[in-house]
């Protein structure tokens, strides 16, 4: 019985670290969309400033 427990709580504990890895990628490419987007908006103002 107490093998049981262990392995369940193990199991419980391995999906929480998956949904946190999850939300960590997740995270990232927010960052990286957000990042992405600023540069384009900064090229942007670049070029039309340029004309």
């Known amino acids: 019985m ?3 427990t262990w392995i369940a ?3 419980e ?3 929480e670290a998956e ?3 999850i939300e ?3 995270e990232a490419r927010r960052i990286e969309w957000v990042a992405g987007s ?3 908006m900064y090229q ?3 070029l ?3 004309i």
């Open 2 to 4: 107490v093998l049981k």
């Open 9 to 11: 709580d193990a199991k």
């Open 13 to 15: 504990a391995i999906y």
């Open 19 to 21: 949904d946190l890895l």
């Open 24 to 26: 960590i990628q997740n």
């Open 38 to 40: 600023q540069t384009g």
């Open 44 to 46: 942007k103002t670049k």
């Open 48 to 50: 039309v400033a340029s």
